[in-house]
């Protein structure tokens, strides 16, 4: 029955090409727009480390000692003390400090390259295993590293590209600034998508978060070794006090260390809170801390808190679902137009004894079949949307592509419109009364 | 023109006319709301950076030692000053559309905050180049650059926009005041009409503008942007000259590519989402209007064609074409005249969610009249077509087989 009803189908869409071509077009249009929008927030707002995300927490303690404010949150970062404290009891399973990258001088010994800015991260040897970076040459640096200022660094596949045409560079010299770093792992092309780990300050950005979704940095080399080849050199996220000149930053007033722990159990994840908690009343009793407020979110938490995705984005989807919607309401009208002039028709199909659900069925399989073919146009105005995304100049714009489940989406959504457009008027078509029909042919 | 048959005819088809009704409802709530963020955007795009930046350009560069500050600073002015068509060289902390140098928590007591406002420092005659416009108070003398100690100088006699002296001061004037930040004194001796913040992030005009000027010595924290003063038809050769010269004049240094421009290229590099986002709205406000013009041509089309007797009919009993096109029209206006009064009713609605998830303004009311005439006149022309279709059927046909 439904490969008659399908036939059915194309007979009357082709019967009437300009209302079928019309009507294909306005599904294609809204299902192109909601498509595009839906797959950028779906690239922007996934999860950058699938499957280990929930482990992973970010720490947060309120290291200013100054009274007299209202503090709801604690800082996004900790100054030195508080971070390498907590860092250094190793209560977690894994445990890193971040700075914020910054770009420094960078060049290879043996490269005839001009020195080129190049942001630096420096962070502690757990950083790789912890994040599942994928290493093409060499590996991370071991522990002892990070206590003994060894002077090493990771470099990403994009430097390696760069400054070594690609090849293993592992064992080579690469000059940060006045200091030369012995090359020690080279990784694979790596893109988490937000780049998490730097993620923080969203809540005052007010929704201008694309800056989130850049490179990773080119340049990792451990925390400890960077106190010494770039004092003076660090930024901070910010002071309770202006820093004097030349103070160093381990005493600096300043918050500017973050710290990622990943905690495997809950009983672990408790615990840690515990622990933060503990710190922090125990440096408030001491003075040196003036609050006790802490927190230990999951990444995907800390995501949310710092309102990842960019809210040009949101808006933008919310106006492509209000214009599909506007495309529904079109084809609806148009349906209604195209199924109560075949009344006749459907009239003598009743009177021959068709049921109501046949007629419904027949007209549902037109809309369906309709809504196919605008999925595909919607398919390909998708592909040019995507691509217009991709000429723009935000960070993201490089990351935008459709997968198979966006691919799958668009079809589904597609058909699902259409059928829902259909439903109205094919139940109408079902209720026309044979006898007046057949009276007016 | 009788307008109760129409109305009666309508009844007999409440769901067609409640969907092209609900259709233009919905597209007149975005189109509104739309519009009101297209010119949202576009006025931020006008923002006033108080300086003339038609003459001006930074050249900056990066990776060389703080030791280096004072003989760096001595090399590229001096080598810059050479280029020609150059009228001066400045060292200066940012400039509008650069990259920010920094904002402090500024106190009238030492103890309450007031506001954040971002600071910029320059070198002498920093302002004169840079065409800051004072509305009280004087420019800076000589004797008023001070050296740094750090960040900056220990008390410093500054330069406030007026946007900061009406935020510190409301309605006093701000010559002689003084404010602090940490341990750092500041006593205004001039205010300035205008002068932006570097990098705002679109708090509206009023925020963007609370801006200190710190008039200090070169040299430390102070070095490695440089503001280029030309006139406005040398700029671009005589950027072009500064950004090739620096590897002769510091080989040693890395010239930051992104922030090494004329300001008018930074104002449109720091604008370029939202012109991209402008873009995209007028891009979904004609595929919405094509579409609804498309939905009331179909449905116009479907019910010319299923009462072509009874226009024949009324044909033959007298109506001339003119009623008959009429009658089309006005069945339209009715149609999108419901669809408007539920569509203000949407809009507001809408913009009353956005105001409160995203940084959109309050939606001018006047906008609403002005979506309603659109519409009316989009309505008319999209139903133009098939009313004329109508017009034109011979009285015959309500002859023919009944």
Redesign the interface.
């Known amino acids: 029955m439904f490969t008659y009803y399908l036939d059915l189908a194309v007979r009357s869409l082709r019967r009437n090409p300009v ?1 079928t071509f ?1 009507m294909v ?2 599904i294609a ?2 299902i192109g ?1 909601a498509m595009t929008t839906l797959t950028v927030m779906h690239v922007l707002s996934g999860d950058p480390l699938p499957g280990k995300s929930a482990h992973v927490f970010y720490a947060q303690v309120d290291s200013d000692p100054t009274p ?1 404010y209202k503090h709801t949150e604690p800082p996004d970062m900790m100054d030195y003390r508080s971070a390498t404290d907590l860092w250094s009891t190793h209560r977690a399973d894994r445990q890193a400090l971040v700075t914020v990258p910054k ?3 960078i060049r290879a010994s043996d490269s005839s390259l ?4 190049e942001p630096v991260l420096f962070t502690t040897s757990d950083f790789f295993p912890m994040f599942d970076v994928p290493f093409e040459y060499g590996s991370g640096w071991t522990a002892a590293d990070d206590t003994d200022r060894a002077r090493v660094a990771v470099i990403s596949s994009d430097l390696n590209n760069r400054l070594f045409g690609g090849k293993d560079s592992v064992g080579k010299t690469l000059r940060v ?2 200091a030369d770093l012995r090359i020690v792992g080279v990784l694979k092309p790596w893109r988490p998508s937000p780049l998490f780990y730097d993620v923080r300050g969203g809540r005052f ?4 978060t ?1 800056g989130y979704y850049g490179k990773p940095e080119g340049v990792f080399a451990p925390f400890f070794t960077g106190l010494d080849i770039n004092e ?1 050199n660090f930024w901070w996220f910010n002071c309770w ?6 103070e160093r930053m381990v005493n600096a007033p300043c918050n500017w260390v973050g710290l990622w722990v990943q905690l495997d159990s809950p009983a672990k994840v408790a615990a840690y809170r515990t622990f933060l908690d503990h710190y922090a009343q125990q440096q408030k009793a001491l003075g040196r801390i003036g609050y006790t407020e802490t927190r230990l979110r999951d990444l995907m938490d800390w995501l949310a808190f710092n309102h990842f995705v960019p ?2 984005v ?3 989807t919310w ?2 679902f ?2 599909l ?3 529904l ?2 084809t ?3 349906l ?3 199924f ?2 075949r009344a006749g028709e459907i009239g003598i199909r009743r009177a021959l004894g068709a049921s109501r659900r046949a007629v419904v069925a027949q007209c549902l399989t037109e809309a369906g079949l309709i809504g196919l073919i605008g999925g595909l146009g919607g398919w390909l105005l998708t592909l040019v949307g995507l691509w217009l995304v991709r000429q ?3 960070p993201y714009s490089g990351l935008v592509h459709m997968d198979v489940s966006m691919f799958i989406v668009t079809f589904v959504l597609a058909i699902v419109v259409s059928l829902i457009a259909g439903a ?1 008027p094919a139940s ?1 078509a079902s209720h026309v009364a044979p006898a007046l029909q057949i009276k007016t042919l | 023109m009788q307008i109760q048959p129409i109305v009666s005819a309508l009844r007999k088809h409440k ?2 006319t409640a ?2 009704a ?2 233009i409802a ?2 007149c ?2 189109l509104v709301n ?1 519009t009101s ?1 297209i010119v949202g955007r576009l006025s931020a795009m006008h923002i006033n950076s108080g300086v003339d930046e038609a003459s001006l350009g930074a050249i900056v560069v ?2 060389f ?2 030791k280096q500050a004072n003989d760096l600073n001595a090399r590229m002015v001096a080598g810059l000053r050479a280029i020609p068509g150059v009228q001066s060289v400045h060292v200066v902390s940012s400039v509008p559309f650069g990259s920010p140098w920094g904002s ?1 928590g500024v106190t009238l007591d030492r ?1 309450h905050y007031v506001t954040v406002p971002e600071f910029y420092e320059g070198g002498p005659g920093t302002p004169e180049a840079l065409g800051l416009k004072l509305v009280a108070g004087r420019f800076p003398a000589t004797d008023d650059y001070q050296p740094l ?4 100088p220990l008390s410093s006699r500054v330069l406030i926009t007026r946007a900061l002296a009406e935020k510190l001061w409301p309605g006093e004037s701000p010559l002689g005041k003084e404010f602090w ?4 004194q500041f006593r205004v001796i001039g205010e300035a009409a205008h002068l932006m913040m570097s990098q705002y ?3 509206g005009e009023r925020g963007a503008q609370w801006t200190v000027f710190v008039p200090t010595q070169p040299g430390g924290q102070l070095s490695g942007t440089y503001l280029i003063r030309a006139k406005p038809q040398d700029l671009n050769r005589v950027m072009t000259a500064a950004r090739a010269k620096v ?1 002769k004049i510091a080989p ?1 240094v ?1 010239l ?1 590519h992104d922030y090494s421009h004329t300001l008018p290229t930074l104002r449109t ?1 720091f604008f ?2 939202d012109r ?2 402008a873009g ?2 007028v891009g ?1 406000i004609v ?2 209007l094509g ?2 013009a ?2 009331i ?3 116009a ?3 010319v ?2 009462r072509t007797k009874q226009i024949g009919i009324r044909r033959a009993l007298g109506a001339t074409r003119g009623d008959i096109l009429s009658y089309f029209q006005t069945e339209n206006f009715l149609i999108v005249s419901f669809g408007i009064v539920l569509g203000v009713t949407f809009a507001i609605g ?1 913009n009353l969610v ?1 105001m409160r ?4 303004a309050r939606l001018p009311y006047w906008y609403l009249p002005v979506g309603a005439v659109v519409l009316w006149i989009l309505g008319q022309l999209a139903v133009l077509a098939p009313a004329l279709r109508a017009a034109n059927v011979p009285p015959v046909v309500a002859t023919r087989s009944v």
């Open positions: 209302l019309l077009l306005a249009v809204g727009a007299g770009p420094l001088k001009p020195p080129l800015m600034r006045n950005a007010n929704g201008d694309a003076g006090a202006m820093p004097k000149p030349g809210s040009d949101k808006l933008q106006l492509a209000a214009f919607a506007i495309c309401f079109n609806v009208g148009l209604l137009a195209k109560m002039r723009q100049q935000t109205l109408r | 769901l067609a969907l092209i609900l259709e919905l597209a709530a975005v739309a963020m990066t990776g030692d703080p402090m103890k100690q750090g960040y900056l930040s940490g341990k750092n992030n679109e708090e590897a040693d890395v930051d590099k370029a989402t991209a986002m995209l709205l979904v595929a919405l579409v609804t498309l939905g041509v179909g449905l089309s479907f019910w064609s299923q809408i956005l998830h995203f940084e959109v």
